[in-house]
């Protein structure tokens, strides 16, 4: 069946401006997350959905950034006001359940170049 | 909160020489291990995970091990091969919270 998806899968911007990163998780999976891996570097935690509530923010590294989703389905990630240091690969992974045991799939990532 | 260390964060490798990558962790309530692997390019995958109530566990030429009392927990891939080089992440939680994961560990195995 189909994995998760994400769009776009390149993004290039200019400082100060704002993107929209989406996530199409595998139907019928409850939970939703999001990470960000930078060069090098491991999967930072940003946020996590169980169903279209977002539980456990904690991990957005300033009010630049924002999450929503919609239906239990598709996500959106939102950066306000680009900075260089949000340059790195935006990764979305989805599992059937927020329990922790139960397998996370990985979308392919957006890959975000802000310039 | 959990945090966890991940050693070394590279690593080479001989072809048919084994791997060993070492995590530690600090919240002693956690009680499920896995590991995933992300290929150049790719997204990561789960390859094994074991649980607390377990010391060991294999699947083919990969195993995981536990140690609660020193919390600690290592991936072992015997008979490496190209196709195991990769970036190696490990991850723990404890029932209700988030999987936390290692800095990862990059894997070059040289034929």
């Known amino acids: 069946g189909a994995g998760v998806s994400q769009s776009p899968s390149n993004k290039v911007t200019e400082k100060g401006k704002d993107v929209e990163l989406r996530c199409d998780p595998i139907s019928g999976h409850t939970a939703l997350y999001w990470y960000r891996q930078s060069l090098g570097q491991g999967l930072e935690f940003l946020i996590y959905f169980q169903g279209n509530s977002a539980p456990d923010k904690s991990g957005l590294p300033s009010d630049r950034f924002s999450a929503e989703r919609t239906g239990g389905s598709v996500s959106t990630l939102t950066i306000q006001r680009t900075q260089q240091e949000d340059s790195a690969v935006y990764l979305c992974a989805s599992s059937l359940s927020i329990d922790p045991t139960y397998e996370q799939y990985f979308g392919p990532g957006t890959r975000l170049t802000v310039t | 909160g959990e945090n966890v260390e991940q050693h070394p964060s590279t690593l080479s490798v001989q072809e048919g020489d084994s791997a060993v990558i070492k995590c530690t962790y600090s919240?002693?309530?956690?009680?499920?291990f896995p590991w995933y692997k992300q290929e150049l390019g790719k997204r990561p995958q789960l390859i094994i995970d074991?649980?607390?109530?377990?010391g060991e566990k294999k699947d083919q030429r990969i195993a995981v091990t536990l140690n609660k009392t020193a919390k600690h927990f290592s991936l072992h891939i015997t008979e490496t091969q190209p196709e195991d080089s990769a970036v190696y992440f490990c991850a723990a939680s404890r029932s209700g919270n988030k999987l936390v994961f290692g800095a990862g560990t990059i894997l070059r195995v040289k034929s």
């Open positions: 919240d002693s309530a956690s009680n499920y």
């Open positions: 074991i649980r607390s109530n377990v």
